[in-house]
């Protein structure tokens, strides 16, 4: 996967765990991680061994606890606008869009930045002492990676709304009453879950989980019908030979050998 300054990465059948390490700063989002973030998802995505990707942070207390605002501070408007522009092209629309399930592992603070990249995931388990929130608006600006966007999509409007408006953290509870995460599990316990929920994504078809995270997202973008994307990804599940193997398993009464072809 190649080596980096501010991450740590692991391989284990067909898993790959990306660890955001820079715990002197709470594992917090620089232009330099969120580069590098970018390319080790983009290394996987082309490699045929990573089935599923689980991102995580290092360290007991935080997951990624906002942007690195020393960085920032100081921009004017055009370049305001240029940081939430880079920074959702090379890593959140990036983590949505990719063709293989990335699974959050919320090991603390979600804040800011740290929370709008858990939301990017595809699926997302918080530790019991997780805590997340959006508290863009106590610094004078709002939520910038998507956040105002994919926060509404998961919980509503008025939910979204009461978070960013008060930019009160939640905690591990609210979090899963409200839909922001999938599971609740034991910090010790933690990667074991996103590890339990890849393996049994891996036993599944690659070419099909590509088609189903398309298919979903397509109910996300404007003027996009979802339901034509759906057929249309559908229809072309029938050309691949995972079509083929899945059903032909089926009917033999044995387990499939999916390739993702």
């Known amino acids: 996967m190649g080596s980096f300054e501010n991450l740590l990465t692991t391989m284990d059948n067909g898993t790959l765990t990306i660890t955001i390490n820079r715990p002197d700063k709470l594992n917090a989002l620089n232009k330099k991680t969120i580069e590098e973030l970018n390319v080790a998802l983009k290394n996987a995505e082309g490699d045929g061994v990573v089935k599923v990707i689980v991102i995580t942070g290092s360290g007991p207390k935080a997951f990624v606890a906002g942007a690195d605002i020393s960085e920032f501070a100081d921009f004017n408007v055009e370049q305001g606008k240029a940081l939430s522009a880079d920074g959702q092209k090379k890593l959140f629309d990036v983590i949505q869009n990719l063709t293989k ?34 508290p863009e608006v106590s610094l004078g600006v709002i939520p910038g990676y998507g956040g105002t966007q994919r926060l509404t999509q998961l919980v509503g409007k008025g939910k979204a709304f009461e978070m960013i408006m008060t930019a009160d953290m939640i905690n591990a509870e609210d979090a899963l009453k409200w839909g922001l995460v999938n599971h609740i599990i034991a910090q010790e316990n933690l990667l074991t879950k996103c590890n339990e929920l890849a393996t049994k994504i891996i036993s599944r078809s690659p070419s099909a989980i590509a088609s189903a995270i398309r298919s979903v997202n397509a109910n996300f973008q404007d003027s996009v019908n979802g339901f034509e994307v759906e057929i249309e990804e559908f229809g072309k599940c029938f050309a691949t030979q995972d079509f083929k193997e899945g059903t032909t398993a089926f009917l033999e009464k044995r387990k499939p050998n999916f390739t993702g072809k």
């Open 101 to 134: 399930p990335v699974i959050a592992a919320i090991n603390g603070f979600a804040l800011g930045g740290g929370l709008e990249l858990a939301m990017a995931c595809h699926i997302r388990v918080a530790s019991d002492n997780a805590k997340m929130g959006l």
